[in-house]
């Protein structure tokens, strides 16, 4: 990987990002915000994961958009799974609203309803084994 420029510029601009995006959630913590802010802190957090990972799968910049989008919807699934009590993407729910973290419910009384009404479709399983 020493030899990988490309990669090792892409992961550097990945721990930065994540850095900035943890600093911003823990001073953020407990300030009502809304959307735009989840988004802006989803971005830089699981955004940015997902973007590099394109990124270095495609070798160039064609699935940036992709994968920023791809990591925001994973972060916002997180995020009302965690408040539902579902263990699918590795959640474990409570740590975040005890923190006073922003999550995407806490941002939107409107997105807790939407997709509470997904989640919640009979018949629909969410659990992993």
Do not use: N
């Not at 006073?100 to 419910?105: E, H, Q, R, V």
């Amino acid at each position: 990987m020493e030899k990988d420029a490309y990669s090792v510029r892409l992961l550097a601009e990945l721990m930065q990002r994540l850095g900035v995006a943890e600093c911003a959630q823990w001073r953020l913590r407990r300030h009502p915000l809304g959307v735009e802010d989840w988004r802006m802190i989803a971005g830089e957090d699981t955004g940015s994961m997902f973007e590099i990972c394109a990124r270095l799968g495609a070798r160039d910049d064609r699935l940036r958009k992709f994968g920023l989008l791809l990591g925001l919807v994973y972060h916002g699934c997180d995020d009302v799974g965690d408040v539902r009590g579902a263990v699918a993407l590795g959640g474990g729910g409570e740590k975040d609203v005890l923190d006073g973290i922003l999550t995407l419910p806490a941002a939107s009384p409107f997105a807790i309803r939407k997709w509470a009404r997904f989640f919640g479709r009979p018949g629909r399983r969410i659990m992993v084994a």
